[in-house]
């Protein structure tokens, strides 16, 4: 159990609306991420940070961004909400093996966003 | 550009089967190769990884992959199924420096009957 909770689990909102999924860590990890999910296209990164204000776009980026100001907290916000970004969206982290120095991501349990 | 392939999107076996689910990557540079497994409404648990040496990698469950850089394969393997495998399986792929760019498969839902 890497320390990670995701809220809320579930969420239904309007098209328009904005909407802001938290992402909170109780152990200090450097980096962390957010991904969603949906069928066919398995996971796909949407933004990560590396660090307190530090972050950067993945695949997926348009229509979100992400903010992290203190370490155990990765905001991703959707300015406007779209029925294209009704799906299940993860959390992670990444724990850093020194011994490979390879960072093993470690996931939340998901949060459930349906956009009508 | 990496990419993941995961052949099957849908496998069934019967209890005490052999399981194999299969995973090819395409990668410029050497690959660290990775098993997630989800359960029904949780999150990405991780199986196992390989990153370097043994190229035969033992995880969680009784699971195990091997990586073969000859075939660009990283099959996920257990030699008998329980009906607690029913889950759907992901392989990714990452490589030296660079976790941001975690790859991921479309996944492989596997079905297990009694």
């Known amino acids: 159990d890497a320390g990670i909770t995701q809220s809320p689990r579930h969420k239904v909102t309007e098209t328009g609306t904005p909407v802001t999924l938290r992402c909170h860590q109780t152990e200090n990890h450097r980096y962390m991420y957010w991904y969603r999910q949906d069928p066919g296209h398995g996971l796909r990164l949407i933004h990560y940070?590396?660090?307190?204000?530090?972050?950067d776009k993945g695949e997926v980026s348009d229509g979100y961004s992400v903010s992290r100001s203190k370490t155990e907290d990765f905001l991703l916000t959707l300015e406007s909400a779209t029925s294209s970004q009704t799906s299940v969206y993860f959390c992670a982290i990444s724990e850093v093996e020194m011994v490979w120095e390879q960072e093993t991501q470690y996931f939340g349990p998901g949060t459930r966003l349906l956009v009508l | 550009a990496q990419s993941v392939t995961q052949l099957g999107s849908h496998v069934s076996v019967s209890e005490g089967a052999l399981v194999l689910l299969r995973c090819n990557y395409s990668?410029?540079?050497?690959?660290?190769l990775f098993w997630y497994v989800q359960y029904p409404n949780q999150g990405l648990q991780l199986l196992l990884k390989y990153t370097t040496g043994a190229t035969l990698v033992k995880g969680i469950n009784g699971f195990e992959a091997e990586f073969k850089k000859s075939e660009t394969s990283f099959h996920l393997t257990k030699p008998s199924a329980h009906m607690s495998d029913a889950a759907e399986y992901f392989c990714a792929v990452s490589f030296q420096g660079g976790s941001e760019k975690l790859v991921f498969g479309k996944g492989t839902k596997l079905t297990v009957n009694p």
């Open positions: 990668s410029s540079v050497p690959p660290y």
């Open positions: 940070s590396y660090g307190v204000k530090d972050t």
